[in-house]
């Protein structure tokens, strides 16, 4: 009787504290960045793994202090040549002699699903930098609002807790 109230108590506090994922919403004022490769070998996406970190850690510096699309917008525009010329250093640099091409107005995304959201395929705001050909996998996330950054950060350390606490309990009864 003993064993079943502890394991009655144990998936009491799991069903309690297991926290579901945090929906994921992208406001309709938002800015988003896409990353498309030249093609799906791995260095192709390693390029592309390069340039959307280079760029997106470039951007959510631009603006951190930004509160408004508008002045989203305009801080993008203001610095449209300068996140080219680093596109540009990052493949020279890697000695990649594709092209590439960046536009910044409303461009196509395809569908994702993120989180258990799926965010459907349309035309949105956003910075797309296409590498060579650009028939490979692409990479894309919001800028602004900056939910690249707080994606970034996650560090999942909950899980890790969740574990060891509940490996404790069940080391400690059995």
């Not at 992208?26 to 340039?51: C, F, G, H, T």
């Amino acid at each position: 009787m003993k064993k079943i109230l502890c394991l009655l108590c144990v998936f009491i506090f799991l069903t309690l504290s297991i926290k579901t994922n945090d929906e994921v919403i992208i406001p309709d004022e938002s800015i988003r960045i896409r990353v498309i490769a030249n093609s799906n070998n791995s260095y192709d996406q390693m390029i592309k793994k390069l340039v959307s970190n280079h760029i997106e850690e470039k951007i959510a510096n631009l603006l951190i202090d930004v509160e408004n699309i508008d002045d989203a917008r305009s801080v993008i525009k203001d610095n449209l040549l300068d996140i080219e010329s680093s596109v540009a250093n990052i493949l020279e640099k890697n000695n990649y002699n594709y092209s590439y091409k960046v536009n910044f107005g409303y461009n196509l995304f395809p569908s994702k699903t993120y989180k258990g959201v799926t965010y459907n395929e349309g035309y949105y705001e956003s910075i797309v930098v296409t590498i060579g050909e650009g028939k490979g996998e692409n990479w894309w996330c919001v800028l602004f609002p900056p939910l690249c950054l707080m994606e970034s950060n996650d560090n999942n350390m909950e899980e890790i807790e969740y574990k060891s606490f509940i490996k404790e309990i069940i080391d400690k009864y059995f």
